[in-house]
């Protein structure tokens, strides 16, 4: 995957944790919110460069990651 494909990727990513972040609800789903998209593009990070070869050859239901 192309460098600048991944930034514009984090890009998005961030410009929408931020809109999410002006939508008034409770502070506990926010953070939780948040959270799981952090962890998610940690992993997805981590696998575009190419320290968890592994995750391509995990199946949920019946499609493949």
Not at 12 to 40: A, C, E, H, R, Y
Request: net charge positive; charged share 5%; glycine share 6%.
């Amino acid at each position: 995957m192309p460098l600048i494909q991944v930034v514009v990727v984090l890009v998005v990513v961030g410009v929408l944790l931020w809109l999410v972040n002006l939508i008034p609800m409770q502070g506990t789903i926010k953070s939780i919110l948040n959270t799981v998209v952090v962890i998610f593009v940690i992993v997805w990070l981590l696998n575009v460069f190419g320290f968890m070869p592994y995750l391509s050859h995990v199946r949920v239901g019946s499609y493949r990651l």
